[in-house]
């Protein structure tokens, strides 16, 4: 029997849990493809990026995960473009072929439009921007040894986290909590009570699609901590050292962190501009099939579908892409059996709730029927975040360093460490056509 041939586009939460469900699939041969050899656990991002835990222990080699596999390929390679009508994809290491294609390329930050921010700010949508956030924090730090005027001094010594959602309001809460219980430590020359954290929140909440309680407890935890949170401000403009609000007020700061946005990472090709829904993402029908196409699905933050639970689509979380890439799956394995389309079964998303953390012993959950925050809201926190982990080793890992955190406020990870010039033209070496874009974010 003639085996199909499935390309994944994206090995993020929706591609590797696709590719794990068809894997040793008798039907199908799978190719994965993604830019990084590594598939990233995005909601631990704000502890690399604030040295609380290794960027190895959030981030799976994606060849480990399908060494005994008998039908998946793995590619490492960036996809450029889709090209529906000879059923190929466009990567810088060459074209595939496909019988089936599953975009699953989720979202980047989105810095709505404005080139300045892009340039001159820190994202955190990847593991090499968390880590370059944290070179960013704590060489920020040594810099204040050469600050040559108080004005300077206030640059450096003012972060300005941009977004109240679950990443500013994670990030925020991990700063304050290194200005308490780290930096004094390490930086003992320096006044950390010059240190100011603001959070800048565009809506009249943080959290906004949580809860009334997760809305007030967030804001309570924040504030205790020292956290200057600017609500209904809009940041409209940034020069590396001042951000200016829409409203007219400014604030001096050299460390921008931008947790504003994110927009839908669509191939060329895929879909036109118009057809493109907000956010950037693509419209699917239930079986999340993109509409128009024949053979071409996406799942994840990519796809925007229409269900009578969520008319606007679904929330882009890493639990929604999970559940789609295992209902494809089972259609996929219906598909093989020569079910058509409208025997093929309809998505829907079953909510189990959302939460956030804001520091030591400080979290909020929201479940469908009730909420509740403090403790028991940072434990159950923790304990779902570390059964998310994929292997062993990294829970044992994260584990054992929330452990030592939890009993000595301190970690030992606070190391500046930046590829050599080599490494980094060896990397372009690697790709054979290389886009542009992409040198710039390994350079950062
Ligand atoms: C900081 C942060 C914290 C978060 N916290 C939570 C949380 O606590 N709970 C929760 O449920 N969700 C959280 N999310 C959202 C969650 O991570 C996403 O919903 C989830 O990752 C979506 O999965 P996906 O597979 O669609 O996309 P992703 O997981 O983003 O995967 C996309 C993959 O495509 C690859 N890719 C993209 N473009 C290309 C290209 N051109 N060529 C090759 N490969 C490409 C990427 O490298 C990546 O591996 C968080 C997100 C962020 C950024």
Redesign the pocket.
Known sequence: MEKKKIVI???????LKLARKLNNNPHFSVTL????NY??F??L??QVATAAINASDISFPIRKVFQESKNISVRL????KINKEKNEVETTIGDFSYDYLVV????TTNFFGNKQIEELSFP???TNEALTLKNRLLTNFESAYSAESPEEMEEIMNIVVVGGG??GVELSGAIAQMKKFILPKDYPDLDFSKLNIYLIEGSPNLLGPMSDLAHKKSFEYLSNMGVNIWTEGRVVDYDGKTISLADGRTVKTRNLIWAAGVTG?V?DGAVTKEELQRGNRMKVDRTSKIIGTNNIYA????ASMETPKYPNGHP??????GDQAEHLAKNFDKIAQGFSDDKLSLFEYSDPGSMATVGKRKAVVDLPKFSFSGRLAWFTWMFLHLMLILTVRNKVAIFFNWAHTYFTNDSSLRIIVRPTKKDFRFNLKQYRRFPKNRDKEIEA
């Open positions: 586009l994206g090995a993020g939460f929706a591609g493809i993604d830019r990084y598939h990233q995005q909601p991002f704000y390679a960036e996809v450029t699953s390329m989720g979202c955190m949508k990847s679950p990443t990472n191939p799942i994840g933050d990519i882009q979380l890493a639990r929604v892409a």
